[in-house]
């Protein structure tokens, strides 16, 4: 189904470590054999494939950078291996994996107290726990600082009202990590919330045409109640999200890298099997320019979020590298997959080729985690030294 990597034109894999190169062939070997064959029908379903969760732990990818408690600790560019990966072979697996692991496990590692992440990480490294993340709002999306949902304080713990929107993973979930506004200080603080507590609803969101494999949720918090010990004590104030985004946001400038080696790879080997006018399509200049425009791309977005991750390593990152980075390589993905659209010609716009799927999902690598605008506002003010997210009164 699924054919070889043929991407790699200027041997970026001489820049991963053995380990990293190891999570790489592991995850690609599963990904083309287990999910390829199967995922385009949950995706036409618009189905979260749940049986194949205890394989998918099996990759050893649950617990991602995070060390101890059961995590593997994987460098991040181990980490961007994984997730890179699988979005290769299907956007929405890479989803599950990224909310999962870059905002619920590394919500929990980051700000949970000690007694949260013993009880917790453990489980959601082997996938036994599943998380979500819900931090957008219906009427609070890119300006995600003015979230509304509240905790009130109450005798031994907290009341949560308030709806959420687009959180993934939440209509199963185990553990959702709440962003909600303190009544009595006015500042934002974090709470886990358990899979069927009293006053919980979740509601998948019907007719998406990107991720469809995703079961994003709105969430109603009607009365909510959680324990004292549910509130993450490493949570203060809203700033304290940025602690997590900015390592998410790395790994979400990675997706769309893997969305794109996978659309390059599967035209490659199209445009050596398709034949008109008595020659493959490769054989054709207009064809080929597609295809080199698409490689320069790919090796490109490549390289950007390359140099991101060992930045962070290094403790060099800025926020406006990471948005900039998170934006460039959405934007560029975009064309990838439309170049690869067209090379398909009808096949393109069926979802069992799989370039089809990866042409919608690349639609929401575009939009989560700070719209391409946003990003590009955030690295616009790195540039400038000047704020423009807010119109002029
Ligand atoms: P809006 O904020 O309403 O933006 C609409 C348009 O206006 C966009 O084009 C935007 O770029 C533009 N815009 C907004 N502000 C400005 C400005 N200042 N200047 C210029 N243009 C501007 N959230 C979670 O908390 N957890 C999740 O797990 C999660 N998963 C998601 C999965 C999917 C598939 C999607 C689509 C979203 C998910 N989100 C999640 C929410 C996501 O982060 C938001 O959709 C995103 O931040 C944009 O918010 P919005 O959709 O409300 O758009």
């Known amino acids: 189904i699924f054919p070889p990597a043929v991407s790699d034109v200027f041997r970026f894999d001489d820049l991963l470590s053995a380990e990293e ?21 949950f995706w036409e379903r618009a189905e979260f494939p749940h049986h194949l969760i205890p394989r998918l732990a099996t990759l050893g990818l649950g617990g991602a950078t995070l060390t101890g408690y059961g995590c593997p600790g994987q460098s991040m560019l181990g980490a961007a291996m994984g997730v890179t990966e699988v979005a290769r072979v299907d956007g929405s697996i890479s989803t599950f994996f990224l909310v999962h692991n870059s905002l619920a496990v590394l919500t929990i590692g980051l700000l949970g107290s000690e007694e949260q992440k013993r009880e917790l990480l453990p489980h959601m490294a082997q996938l036994q726990l599943i998380g979500a993340w819900g931090l957008t709002e219906p009427s609070n999306g890119s300006d995600a600082s003015a979230l509304t949902t509240t905790a009130r304080k109450v005798d031994g713990g907290w009341v949560l009202n308030g709806r959420k929107r687009w ?24 709470f886990i919330v358990r899979k069927g ?4 609803r979740t509601e998948k969101i019907q007719n998406k045409i990107s991720l469809r494999c995703v079961q994003n949720a709105d969430i109603y918090l009607d009365n909510c109640f959680v324990a004292d010990s549910a509130r993450l004590p490493g949570v203060n104030s809203f700033k304290d999200t940025n602690k ?8 979400v400038a990675w997706q769309p890298v893997g969305l794109a080696m ?21 054989a054709f200049q207009l064809v080929q320019e597609r ?31 990471a948005s900039m980075a998170k934006a460039w390589t959405t934007l560029r993905g975009r064309e ?40 590009v506002l955030v690295a616009g003010r790195g540039i400038t030294s000047s704020a423009a997210f807010r119109a002029p009164p």
């Open 21 to 41: 190169r190891g999570i790489r062939n592991r995850t690609r070997a599963f990904m083309e054999k287990e999910i390829a064959p199967v995922i385009a029908d």
């Open 167 to 190: 959180i993934g993973n939440a209509t199963f979930a185990d553990v959702i990590c709440i962003w909600a506004r303190n009544t009595d200080t006015k500042q934002v603080n974090c």
């Open 197 to 200: 507590a009293k006053g919980l």
């Open 244 to 251: 997590v985004l900015a390592i998410s946001r790395i790994m």
């Open 262 to 282: 996978g659309v390059y790879d599967m035209c490659a080997r199209y445009v050596r099997e398709r034949r008109q006018f008595g020659a493959p399509l490769g």
């Open 291 to 321: 295809l080199s425009r698409m490689l320069g791309d790919v090796q490109a977005m490549f390289l950007m979020a390359w140099r991101l991750s060992v930045l962070h390593e290094q403790g060099k990152m800025t926020h406006e590298a």
């Open 336 to 375: 990838v997959v439309a170049l690869g659209r067209e090379l398909l010609g009808g096949n393109g716009i069926v979802a069992d080729f799989l370039v089809a799927k990866a042409f919608c999902d690349m639609e929401a690598y575009y939009t989560y985690e700070g719209t391409y605008d946003v990003n």
